[in-house]
């Protein structure tokens, strides 16, 4: 993924075909070691391709994908008025665990 990010970093600032040389550097920046395979393999398949397209091509296979939140049908003989109970306990179980989770910063932050 880092290699991805650095090739379209270089893109971004006007490089529309970025070497591997190119990105080591801008990985370098950043205190990033380049593993010359990976870096290849980017390289080779991203070289000549117009960024645009190839993530907009990438859209179009992730618009496929299944996201969940799809419900399931109720199974047959299950009365339908206890999922709203269920609903709200749930939710209930929920506002306990984001308070107790509010006293795990330990006192610091992530970026201290």
Do not use: C, H, Q, W
């Not at 970093?9 to 529309?16: R, Y």
């Not at 190839?54 to 049908?73: D, H």
């Amino acid at each position: 993924m880092r290699y991805v990010a650095a090739y379209l970093l270089a893109v971004l600032g006007g490089n529309t075909s970025p070497s591997s040389k190119d990105i080591k550097t801008i990985l370098g920046s950043v205190g990033i070691e380049a593993e010359a395979e990976r870096l290849d393999k980017v390289v080779d398949e991203l070289n000549g391709k117009d960024i645009n397209e190839v993530m907009n091509s990438g859209l179009s296979k992730l618009a496929s994908v299944p996201a969940g939140g799809a419900v399931a049908a109720p199974a047959a003989g299950t009365a339908v008025g206890t999922a709203p109970v269920a609903a709200e306990e749930k939710k209930e179980e929920k506002k306990e665990e984001s308070e107790e989770g509010s006293d795990d910063d330990m006192g610091f932050g992530l970026f201290d």
